[in-house]
C-alpha cells in the first residue's frame, strides 16, 4: 500500500497506556505517533511537525474519572488537528462528553481499543486535514465567498465559523463599529 510508505505524524494526547504495545502495528500502517499529556508539550509537537491529526485521550477505558480541564484547552485551541476522541461506550451518552465530541473531535472511537477500525478513522481524518491544508495553502477557501483575507488570522476565524456552522446554537458577534460584524 502506497500510503503507508509516507510516515504520517500524529499527536496522541493523554494516557497511552497499552498503545505502547501497539506502538509496531501504528507505524507499520505508516504513523509517527508523538505521545504526551502535556499541554504545552502538545502544542510544541504540533507546532515543530506537520500534524492535521490526533487522538484525544478523553478517558483511559477504567471507571476513574477524567479531568477535561486540560484536553478541552488544547482541542479548542488547535483548530489545524482533526482529533479522534477516545472514551469509554457509556460515556458517549454523557452530555459534557458529547459536547466534547462534537465541538471539537473529528470522529471518536470506544474501549476497548479496535486498532485496525482507529487506523481507518485516522486515515480518514488524515486525508481530510490534508485536503483542508491544501487548500489554504492555495489560498481556496470553499464556502466563504463573501469573506475577504488570506492572512493567518482570516483563515483562523474561516476555520471557527466553519466548526460554528455545524452547530445548532445563537452567536453573538461583538466589535467596534465599522469592523465586519455584519457577517
Known amino acids: 500500500m502506497e500510503a503507508a510508505a509516507q510516515q504520517r505524524d500524529m499527536i496522541w494526547f493523554g494516557k497511552s497506556d497499552g498503545v505502547e504495545s501497539l506502538l509496531d502495528r501504528i507505524q507499520a500502517a505508516g504513523w509517527q505517533p508523538y505521545?504526551?499529556?502535556a499541554i504545552d508539550e502538545a502544542r510544541n509537537l504540533i507546532n515543530q511537525h506537520r500534524m492535521n491529526v490526533g487522538v484525544a485521550v478523553l478517558e483511559d477505558g477504567s471507571a476513574a474519572t477524567h479531568d477535561?480541564?486540560?484536553t478541552n484547552e488544547l482541542l479548542?485551541?488547535?483548530?489545524s488537528i482533526n482529533w479522534i476522541g477516545l472514551l469509554n461506550p457509556e460515556s458517549?451518552?454523557?452530555?459534557?462528553?458529547?459536547?466534547?465530541i462534537s465541538h471539537y473531535c473529528y470522529d471518536y472511537h470506544?474501549?476497548?481499543?479496535?486498532?485496525?477500525?482507529?487506523?481507518?478513522?485516522?486515515?480518514?481524518a488524515h486525508g481530510m486535514g490534508d485536503l483542508s491544508h491544501s487548500l489554504l495553502e492555495d489560498g481556496h477557501l470553499a464556502d466563504e465567498e463573501e469573506l475577504v483575507g488570506t492572512s493567518p488570522v482570516m483563515y483562523e476565524?474561516?476555520?471557527?465559523?466553519r466548526k460554528v456552522a455545524l452547530v445548532d446554537a445563537p452567536l453573538l458577534?461583538?466589535?467596534e463599529s465599522g469592523t465586519g460584524k455584519e457577517l
Open 35 to 37: 505521545f504526551t499529556h
Open 68 to 70: 477535561d480541564t486540560g
Open 76 to 79: 479548542s485551541s488547535t483548530d
Open 92 to 100: 458517549v451518552e454523557a452530555p459534557d462528553r458529547r459536547q466534547i
Open 110 to 124: 470506544t474501549y476497548p481499543l479496535d486498532l485496525d477500525r482507529l487506523l481507518v478513522i485516522l486515515g480518514h
Open 157 to 161: 476565524l474561516y476555520s471557527q465559523i
Open 173 to 175: 458577534i461583538t466589535g
